[in-house]
């Protein structure tokens, strides 16, 4: 895009370029359902607009569906402008109850992706897998929130499934789906972190599983580490009644 056009342009003329151009993208496959879209910066560099622009274009795309923004991790492709029929709303994770459902729907869902994922992972989906536990072990070394990593590493298996409707269905949960771990009355800063580390302990039995494409392995793994979390919302809602 000329630059000197551009400055011409209203800023509102331009949003809608740049969400025709991105659109064209994602309908002819240049970018895929489950992909990233590049970082505000590159898309600013490219189509020579400002970020007020790409942010007024990113909405707009959300609007129709097309893309979800997932706080702390970036931008991805939904589909090609439905909007998804399946969706859990921040509402339905108000209460433990709430968090506890969501879990038994993960157990059904994720055990089985473990197994598929396997069975047909790629080197790129390992190396992908490890740069997300990566991230959740140095978060939790630095206590901040490992929430953006952690679901990461539970899509990333869900694309190692080589069947995108697993990718889709995450997508689409978003990482609202990562119960965050609270500090309950009694409980230390280091308790918390210990907790973390066991998780995370639960999520490189899980990898390793995968990487030794042991399905029933990883079924067993993804199986116990959604349990867990599970029970343990069930006994602080058990103390909390």
Do not use: C, W
């Given at each position: 895009?000329?630059?000197?056009?551009?400055?011409?342009?209203?800023?509102?003329?331009?949003?809608?370029?740049?969400?025709?151009?991105?659109?064209?993208?994602?309908?002819?496959?240049?970018l895929a359902l489950g992909d990233k879209l590049p970082t505000e910066a590159a898309i600013m560099a490219e189509f020579e607009v400002s970020r007020t622009v790409v942010r007024e274009a990113i909405s707009k795309l959300q609007a129709s569906g097309l893309v979800e923004t997932r706080h702390g991790i970036g931008t991805f492709v939904l589909g090609l402008g439905q909007a998804p029929g399946f969706k859990i709303t921040p509402e339905q994770f108000?209460?433990?109850?709430?968090?506890?459902?969501?879990?038994?729907?993960?157990?059904?869902?994720?055990?089985?992706?473990?197994?598929?994922?396997?069975?047909?992972?790629?080197?790129?989906?390992?190396?992908a897998m490890r740069v997300a536990l990566d991230a959740v072990t140095k978060a939790v070394d630095e206590g901040r929130d490992a929430v953006?990593?952690?679901?990461?590493?539970?899509?990333?298996?869900?694309?190692?499934?080589?069947?995108?409707?697993?990718?889709?269905?995450?997508?689409?949960?978003?990482?609202m789906i990562i119960p965050r771990a609270r500090l309950e009355a009694g409980d230390s800063?280091?308790?918390?972190?210990?907790?973390?580390?066991?998780?995370?302990g639960e999520h490189e039995s899980i990898y390793d599983a995968i990487v030794a494409?042991?399905?029933?392995?990883?079924?067993?793994?993804?199986?116990?580490?959604?349990?867990?979390?599970?029970?343990?919302?069930?006994?602080?809602q058990a103390e909390a009644g």
């Open positions: 895009m000329n630059t000197a056009i551009a400055l011409r342009r209203k800023p509102r003329t331009l949003a809608l370029e740049l969400v025709e151009s991105l659109g064209d993208r994602i309908r002819d496959g240049r108000s209460t433990l109850r709430d968090v506890i459902a969501v879990l038994e729907l993960r157990i059904g869902v994720e055990t089985e992706a473990a197994a598929l994922a396997a069975q047909r992972r790629t080197e790129a989906n390992v190396a953006a990593s952690d679901f990461q590493f539970h899509l990333e298996i869900a694309r190692a499934t080589q069947n995108s409707h697993f990718a889709e269905l995450m997508g689409t949960l978003g990482s800063e280091g308790d918390l972190r210990q907790y973390l580390r066991r998780v995370n494409q042991d399905p029933d392995g990883a079924r067993a793994a993804m199986r116990t580490h959604l349990a867990n979390s599970r029970e343990r919302r069930r006994r602080a």
